[in-house]
């Protein structure tokens, strides 16, 4: 990789010309990385509903043209200036938001959400100069999240680079970058059930059967699936869930539900719908004195949450989280050896494959609600 190092590379790259158009498989001309940026090859990205939102791009800031992509695995092709944790070689995974390791956030231990490198969905260029390092032609092509995975090659912020075990295999760990890490991490390190308690989980998509997941690997006894679609309730009994509720079935709010179900109330419950009123259900489904509610989904901007103050005051607890409030650069690596050490149970979440050239198909499975994760191979 070192002759390519300080030159610009051509490579293949699937771009978004408009909102809601297939993606285009184009040539582009990936520049070399600048100071505090390095430049990765990727080996394999998977499709997540926030690529796919943003490129619907229905509510949001239209940015385009664009490359889309932030759940990926890949290995450092070369390192810009000030970079010295990383080296051309080290098996990485790049993340959406990222540790500056410098900011108060980054300096404390309860936060994981960096001043510098905070999720921006609305950037398309890089941090440090204000310019995309990809173009077509020299026109520039914009960066989505400071990821842009969906290219053989991207350049990346070094506080949002992960550096994993080697021998972790890149097709199976990209998907914890994101959604997986989120899901599970809301559980583990928020909700933090106890073994033989219950908790409820609003929604059984992939972040919710990564909370589900997390609360399996805590040793809860009984774990609720909570969702509008029967047909989530089969997969998710692979991830630890054995009792459903859906709340269509039900003519009085799901939270008396999940209190006449319980005996009060669950000991822990994760919402990961955005839906406000779901989120409210599960804040008003745990139990009174030692309750935890942890909020997990995006809601809509204009969502507001209403719930009566005894409730609060009745000692249960209302928490959010952002990434599972995991600090990507410290905690990733350690979510990786839960895998390797077979702890975290990860093939389970990918349920397809497709090459590059066919990565509208991944866009297909999404929106038909196919499965839980689309692995795409880069090479392909």
Not at 33 to 60: M, S
Not at 224 to 246: S, T, W
Not at 266 to 271: C, G, H, K, N
Request: net charge negative; glycine share 10%; hydrophobic share 40%.
């Amino acid at each position: 990789m070192a002759s390519t190092a300080g030159k610009s590379i051509k490579c293949r790259a699937a771009v978004a010309w408009e909102a809601g158009k297939p993606l285009v498989i184009e040539e582009v001309e990936v520049a070399p990385p600048q100071a505090n940026e390095v430049r990765l090859k990727i080996l394999y990205t998977a499709l997540c509903h926030t690529d796919v939102y943003f490129w619907e791009a229905k509510g949001q800031n239209p940015v385009f043209p664009r490359i889309f992509g932030h759940e990926a695995g890949g290995i450092v092709e070369s390192v810009g200036e000030g970079v010295t944790d990383l080296a051309p070689g080290d098996h990485v995974l790049p993340v959406f938001t990222g540790e500056c390791k410098a900011c108060p956030h980054c300096k404390s231990e309860e936060s994981n959400m960096c001043d510098l490198l905070r999720i921006n969905t609305d950037r398309g260029v890089m941090i440090g100069d204000g310019q995309s390092r990809f173009s077509i032609n020299g026109k520039p092509i914009y960066h989505f999240v400071g990821t842009s995975t969906f290219s053989e090659y991207t350049v990346v912020h070094v506080g949002c680079v992960a550096k994993i075990n080697p021998s972790a295999p890149l097709n199976k760990v990209c998907i914890l970058s994101c959604g997986i890490s989120t899901g599970l991490g809301a559980t583990l390190n928020v909700a933090k059930p106890k073994k033989g308690s219950t908790v409820a989980i609003f929604g059984l998509g992939a972040v919710g059967l990564a909370a589900a997941e997390g609360a399996r690997i805590a040793g809860a006894s009984r774990i609720i699936g909570v969702d509008l679609n029967p047909a989530r309730f089969d997969e998710a009994k692979k991830f630890g869930v054995n009792e459903f509720v859906n709340p269509k079935d039900h003519n009085k709010p799901v939270q008396e539900v999940l209190v006449e179900m319980t005996n009060g109330g669950v000991d822990r419950s994760v919402e990961c719908t955005g839906n406000v009123d779901a989120m409210i259900s599960a804040f008003e489904s745990v139990h009174d004195g030692w309750g935890v509610a942890v909020l997990v989904g995006v809601p809509h901007k204009d969502a507001v949450f209403k719930t009566h103050p005894m409730n609060l005051l009745n000692e249960r607890t209302l928490k959010g989280t952002f990434f599972g409030n995991y600090k990507p650069r410290s905690d990733l690596p350690s979510v990786v050896e839960m895998y390797m050490k077979k702890e975290l149970e990860v093939e389970k979440f990918i349920t397809h494959e497709v090459s590059l050239s066919e990565i509208n198909k991944a866009f297909d499975y999404m929106l038909q609600g196919v499965g839980i994760r689309c692995i795409i191979k880069m090479d392909g």
